[in-house]
T-cell receptor, first 113, second 110 residues
Framework: EAGVAQSPRYKIIEKRQSVAFWCNPISGHATLYWYQQILGQGPKLLIQFQNNGVVDDSQLPKDRFSAERLKGVDSTLKIQPAKLEDSAVYLC???????????FGPGTRLTVT | GENVEQHPSTLSVQEGDSAVIKCTYSDSASNYFPWYKQELGKRPQLIIDIRSNVGEKKDQRIAVTLNKTAKHFSLHITETQPEDSAVYFCAASSNNDMRFGAGTRLTVKP
């Protein structure tokens, strides 16, 4: 089966600019996760969707981050405006059910200058 | 919410020796405990997982043990090989969240 797809793979922006990331999960996977992984740290869950509903967004900085999964398939994560500390790899993952093995995408490496 | 602590942060072993990484969790509702291996610049990959109704699980050179009462679980790698060198993450999950440990950088010296 095809894996989790993410784009873009790399993005460089200046602080206060906006950026959006896209994720296409594995077909049939109801659960989709967005993680932020800062260099040298473990992945930090930002938001978790079950189909098109939000299950957990307790660690999402809602003043600048937003995410949606309108049709229960693809998802976008947006940062507006970006700060220097947002520099990280943004990983998308999906799983068939809750809780179950998560399959990670290749990630988007964001650099904020 | 869940809080996961992982130790040690770095671990260096000689090829052929065993490696043990330990994690503790705080939420008694957590019922799924995966372990991921992440090589430099790559995505995390699941290597083994265990659910709360099982105390131990083994897959070739890798085993995981779970102590629900003490809220801790461990990863055991036997007969380590240089290709086992990577960062290993534990995680704990209930139906509503997933929390990762900070990671252990394992180095296997040939």
């Amino acid at each position: 089966e095809a894996g989790v797809a993410q784009s873009p793979r790399y993005k460089i922006i200046e602080k206060r600019q906006s950026v959006a990331f896209w994720c296409n999960p594995i077909s049939g996977h109801a659960t989709l996760y967005w993680y932020q992984q800062i260099l040298g740290q473990g992945p930090k869950l930002l938001i978790q969707f079950q189909n098109n509903g939000v299950v957990d967004d307790s660690q999402l900085p809602k003043d600048r981050f937003s995410a949606e999964r309108l049709k229960g398939v693809d998802s976008t994560l947006k940062i507006q405006p970006a700060k220097l500390e947002d520099s990280a790899v943004y990983l998308c993952a999906s799983s068939r059910d809750l809780p179950a093995e998560q399959y990670f995408g290749p990630g988007t490496r964001l650099t904020v200058t | 919410g869940e809080n996961v602590e992982q130790h040690p942060s770095t671990l260096s072993v000689q090829e052929g020796d065993s490696a043990v990484i330990k994690c503790t969790y705080s939420d008694s509702a957590s019922n799924y405990f995966p372990w991921y291996k992440q090589e430099l610049g790559k995505r995390p990959q699941l290597i083994i997982d265990i659910r709360s109704n099982v105390g131990e699980k083994k897959d070739q050179r890798i085993a995981v043990t779970l102590n629900k009462t003490a809220k801790h679980f461990s990863l055991h790698i036997t007969e380590t090989q240089p290709e086992d060198s990577a960062v290993y993450f534990c995680a704990a999950s209930s139906n509503n969240d997933m929390r990762f440990g900070a990671g252990t950088r394992l180095t296997v010296k040939p």
